[in-house]
């Protein structure tokens, strides 16, 4: 009676490792590469993962290649690795519950390791907390000193120029009117200086009428 080839134990530890070391491999590489541009020609550059998001221009990686796009060219970033609190702040913000949204950046904030979230979630957190000041002018002044705190931190981030319309609005509602007008002659004069116009929402364009307009408007 012929028997039976017996396999060594262990024989099959090693290729079986392998190649679950190897589908990790490609799906952690697939998780960076799903961030999309959209730009204002109405192209959409997919596969990216998104490096920096400055004044200048966008540097991300696709696959082995460098891929550059300048700041004007820009309409909107769409993060592919997003934090669920980060969905939920994006869908309370826009239905108009502006404390749940602040609620869920916060939360956003805490849930990813990565950078470029981290500063985006926040600054959409500061967007809500303005939103939702109505005329508590105590609520205005912390929502003007984060704004505030967000832009000198990320004073050549991408979406400066609409955090400084942020700041500028938060501090009109807390009373604070020549401070306000201060912020935003800051922003016309490096606008004119830097040339730093852009797209400046990640779901809308702010209309130029934005800056001058009443601040009980929500900056959309």
């Not at 012929?2 to 024989?11: L, S, V």
């Not at 401070?179 to 004119?192: C, H, N, P, S």
Request: aromatic share 4%; glycine share 8%.
């Amino acid at each position: 009676m012929a028997t039976k080839p017996t396999i060594p134990p262990g024989t099959l530890i090693l290729p079986i490792a392998i190649l679950a070391l190897a589908v990790l491999a490609t799906t952690g590489i697939a998780q960076k590469q799903n961030d999309v541009v959209q730009k204002k020609d109405g192209a959409r550059v997919r596969g990216l993962e998104v490096t920096e998001f400055a004044l200048t221009g966008l540097k991300a990686k696709k696959g082995s290649d460098a891929v550059e796009i300048p700041a004007h060219m820009v309409m909107a970033v769409e993060w592919g690795d997003l934090p669920d609190a980060f969905v939920s702040g994006r869908a309370a913000f826009d239905r108009g519950d502006y404390a749940t949204a602040v609620q869920m950046f916060g939360e956003a904030q805490k849930q990813t390791e990565r950078a470029l979230l981290k500063v985006d979630a926040e600054f959409f957190q500061i967007k809500a907390e303005v939103a939702a000041v109505g005329a508590d002018k105590g609520a205005a002044a912390t929502a003007a000193d984060h704004a505030r705190s967000w832009l000198a931190a990320n004073a050549a981030h991408w979406r400066l120029p609409e955090a400084s319309l942020l700041a500028g609005r938060a501090l009109r509602l807390a009373g604070k009117g020549a401070d306000a007008a201060a912020a935003l002659k800051e922003l016309d004069d490096r606008a004119t200086r830097d040339g730093s116009s852009h797209s400046c929402s990640r779901w809308r364009t702010c209309p130029p009428a934005e800056r001058r307009t009443s601040p009980g408007r929500s900056l959309r």
